[in-house]
């Protein structure tokens, strides 16, 4: 983990990384519900995805997808050091595509025990409601920047960037359908980079 950091931090864009606290968080969810077989959702170097695999018991997988593959073979040699590289299914291409493909299957439905999303804020609604039917009954769902830096609380005249305000948007929208669910128990935590995480634990 520590090697794989170091090159994350490191790369141009090394802030995408979730900090070492909120990898800490997934594993603890991830021993805590003896999750087996998990998705994660915006790949970018592995530090995220390297943490659920050393999390996983040894016959566990987690699907991996990420538009850019080449952020993914960056941290794979440092996977695979750790003797966990057999516990990923590294999959390229549009997240809201593969999850698709894996509802196609009826056998994929409830299938999944945790998922992790950290990737294009915008599409977090409609990720939530694949996972939802991905996800079995009693699983966790976890989303990254749930906060966005604080910016989903400013009122709506609020100074901020085009993209900033297109994002906060996004997540104010995913943070609603989560409250709003009452099928769903939520709880959103710190991190070190003060962009808190929402855990949703399905029980529908
Ligand atoms: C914040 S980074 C992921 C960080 C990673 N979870 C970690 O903790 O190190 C977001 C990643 O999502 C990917 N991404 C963006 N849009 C995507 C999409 N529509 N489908 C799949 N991946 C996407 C980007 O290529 C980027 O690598």
Known sequence: MRDLRILTDNHEKGIMASPPDEAQLLQMLLKLTGAKHTIEVGVFTGYSLLATALALPDDGKVIAIDTNPEY??????????????????????????????????EANRGAFDFAFVDADKPSYVKYHEQLLRLVRVGGVIVYDNTLWDGTVALPPDAPMSDMDRRISAAVRDLNARLAGDGASRCASSPSQTASPSAAASCDH
Do not use: N, S, T
């Open 72 to 105: 993914y073979e960056l941290g794979r040699p440092f996977i695979e050091k750790a003797g966990v590289g057999h516990k990923v299914d590294f999959r390229a291409g549009l997240a809201l595509q593969h999850l698709d493909e894996l509802l196609a299957d």
